[in-house]
């Protein structure tokens, strides 16, 4: 659903709101006015009562029930509208309640007062009374002999009984409204309050029929989706990217192995450590999707975030309709699917993380491109080299970048050269050209390399012209003792108190691992010299695809053989055989291996089965402080098969 028709919906439904709440509202306040008008008084009532309050002062509650009324409302009922008047200049007027008051202003004659309309007599607020004839008081006679005429017998006179009873509650009051007039008016004020009734009654079936149809709008829009209008939405680039976006983080969150409810108070069980001497598997990546019938040609670690790891993939030759190239990047937090898939319309070889700028991934790829893909960018790569002579032409096997954060190159490697320097030898056997598969820089090292090639010979070679040495390859010294293509180069990183930096590990098809000291670069050679390894590792039974040293422990390393073994050495204990042997998998071959760049414990290897699997070697990677002492004798001991080698490079 849109966001204006969502919008819309929301605009609707607070309209039906104020409708309700104005409709409860109305009824409230019409509530209230009925209340007020049947237990408040009228305002005739009030006028009445200011009128008389204005005229006798405040009265009590006795004189408002009974007080002022001048004629009888019912035939028999005793006059009370005749008043006795008494001498002196303030006259007392009784009623016929028996009430006696100071009337000032009213005259001593004696005479029955008109009787008067009552034009309130449907504002009389009745009282609980009780029917009771009572006798009040008796007229004293001397009070009677002041009202009639002098002269009379007095055995007439006779007293004057006053009763009062509940029949006697109505007051007559002098308005100057005629009754017609009153009439005309009330009838006026129930027509307005008819007309009134009738308003409401409108306005509230108008207010239910607006909230139906509300209502079914409302129901209408929330309808259920047909498939055209559901697969639309599904197939939406936003709602793909908040799907993706949204499930890594769930993911992440439940492959997360801390146990949450553990129980602190509970003791551990004492023991040695289990890791001591054992290699266990932390996990496997594979995507079914991306990674099927796909070998892994690359691994390597981010430089910032360590629980990165990246791999590259070949082609896949039973989906034509899918890219030729993968690189997927792979998060230990989430191991169902890669945290990104990059594509490449060629076979990716070798991949790389910038390690200047975490967003970055460089691959070389089989047509002798050089791409770069952005992790904040989609899937395609951000730059390219060109498909000319201007760059490779052939495979890109190996890449490494050098220098600093503000001063660095990116160095790539190909069958046919590198990027910017053509590498010729003049005793190569067929052509000049040296075609390399494998190079390396040791530490701190950024002109002078070392290169692997496919005739099994290790070269050094310069970038630029430095003092005693020109650019290109030393046409004098060959490291000489594979008998097939070398397939991995690895220098000894610059760690600990002794400089271990000139040991340099190869591998090759030949079964075999070699290890060599590099040539000093003050001292070059003027006259052709071969150069043998110090010492080779013959263990394994298939290709040797790559070895690493370890960038914490100086007499680790560990290599990926063809029979799917990982194989991990230890130069202090034993030359022979490694200290640990693995078998990976499901057997297949290991194509690659990358230490991780924290601390070493963990070490990533890309099978081809398209499998890539995290190890962790435990306490192995931990050195002790005689580690470093303790390798210079193993090297001490191997002088021996390098004298032996010495009369072949005179040769």
């Not at 009838?187 to 009738?198: A, G, M, S, T």
């Not at 209502?215 to 559901?230: G, N, V």
């Not at 000319?388 to 190909?414: C, D, E, F, K």
Request: charged share 25%.
């Amino acid at each position: 659903m849109s966001d204006k028709r969502r919008a819309e919906i929301e605009a609707k439904r607070q309209k039906l709101t104020e409708l309700r709440k104005a409709r409860a509202d109305r009824i409230k306040s019409d509530t209230e006015r009925r209340a007020t008008e049947v237990a408040g008084p009228t305002p005739v009532r009030r006028d009445l009562d200011e009128l008389v309050n204005s005229l006798v002062g405040t009265p009590s509650r006795g004189s408002r029930e009974s007080g002022g009324d001048r004629s009888p409302s019912l035939p028999g009922t005793p006059s009370i509208g005749n008043m006795i008047g008494l001498p002196g200049p303030s006259a007392l007027s009784m009623s016929g309640s028996g009430r006696v008051s100071r009337q000032s202003d009213f005259s001593t004659s004696v005479g029955p007062m008109p009787n008067q309309p009552s034009s309130s007599t449907d504002h009389v607020i009745e009282r609980d009374l009780i029917d009771v004839e009572q006798e009040l008081f008796d007229l004293p006679r001397k009070v009677l002999l002041s009202k009639y005429a002098i002269g009379a017998p007095t055995d007439s006179i006779s007293q004057e009984r006053v009763s009062y009873n509940k029949e006697v509650q109505t007051t007559t009051i002098e308005t100057d409204e005629r009754p017609e007039d009153y009439e005309e008016a009330l009838r006026q004020r129930i027509l307005r309050e008819h007309d009134l009734e009738k308003e409401r009654l409108a306005r509230e079936k108008e207010l239910e029929e607006e909230s139906v149809k509300l209502d079914l709008e409302i129901e209408q829009e929330i309808r259920e989706l047909s498939e055209e209008e559901r697969a639309g939405i599904l197939t939406a680039p936003e709602f793909i990217d908040f799907v993706e976006q949204s499930s890594k983080i769930v993911q992440r969150a439940l492959n997360d192995g801390y146990d949450y409810i553990r129980d602190y108070t509970i003791g551990a069980e004492s023991g040695g450590d289990d890791s001591e001497g054992r290699v266990k598997c932390v996990c496997e990546f594979y995507d079914e999707r991306h990674g099927k019938n796909r070998s892994i040609t690359d691994v390597d670690w981010s430089p910032k975030y360590p629980e990165l790891s990246v791999a590259s993939y070949n082609k896949n030759p039973a989906a034509l309709n899918e890219p030729d190239g993968i690189v997927a990047v792979w998060n230990l937090h989430l191991l169902e699917r890669p945290e990104f898939v990059f594509h490449s319309q060629s076979d990716v070889l070798s991949v790389i993380f910038s390690p200047f700028h975490s967003n970055l991934i460089f691959g070389g790829t089989y047509s002798g491109q050089i791409l770069l893909w952005d992790t904040r960018s989609k899937h395609l790569p951000v730059l390219k080299t060109p498909l000319s002579a201007a760059g490779h032409t052939h495979p890109v096997y190996a890449m490494q970048m050098v220098g600093t954060q503000n001063a660095h190159n990116l160095i790539t490697s190909s069958t046919d050269g590198t990027e910017t320097l053509e590498l010729v030898h003049a005793g190569h056997n067929k052509t000049g050209e040296v075609a390399i598969t494998t190079f390396d820089f040791p530490d701190n090292e950024t002109t002078t390399f070392w290169a692997g090639t496919e005739e099994g010979s290790v070269y050094q070679a310069n970038r630029y012209d430095r003092a005693g040495a020109k650019a290109g390859l030393n046409q004098y010294d060959v490291y000489k003792g594979h008998a097939g293509p070398v397939m991995s180069l690895h220098f000894h990183p610059l760690i600990g108190p002794v400089d271990f930096s000139d040991l340099f590990l190869t591998s090759s098809v030949d079964w075999t691992v070699k290890l060599w000291r590099a040539k000093s670069l003050t001292k070059p050679s003027t006259t052709p010299h071969v150069i043998s390894p110090l010492y080779s590792f013959d263990e394994a039974d298939d290709y040797v695809y790559d070895v690493k040293w370890h960038p914490a422990h100086p007499a680790v390393f560990g290599t990926a053989d063809g029979s799917g073994h990982f194989d991990l050495w230890n130069l202090n204990t034993d030359t022979e055989v490694p200290v640990v042997s693995t078998n990976v998998g499901s057997g297949r071959a290991i194509n690659k291996l990358q230490w991780d760049r924290k601390d070493g414990r963990r070490a990533a290897l890309g099978g081809s089965d398209g499998h890539l699997y995290v190890y962790d070697i435990g306490d192995m990677a931990l050195p002790r402080e005689s580690e470093w002492t303790d390798l210079q004798k193993t090297l001490a001991g191997t002088v021996g098969a390098t004298g032996m080698a010495e009369p072949a490079s005179g040769r």
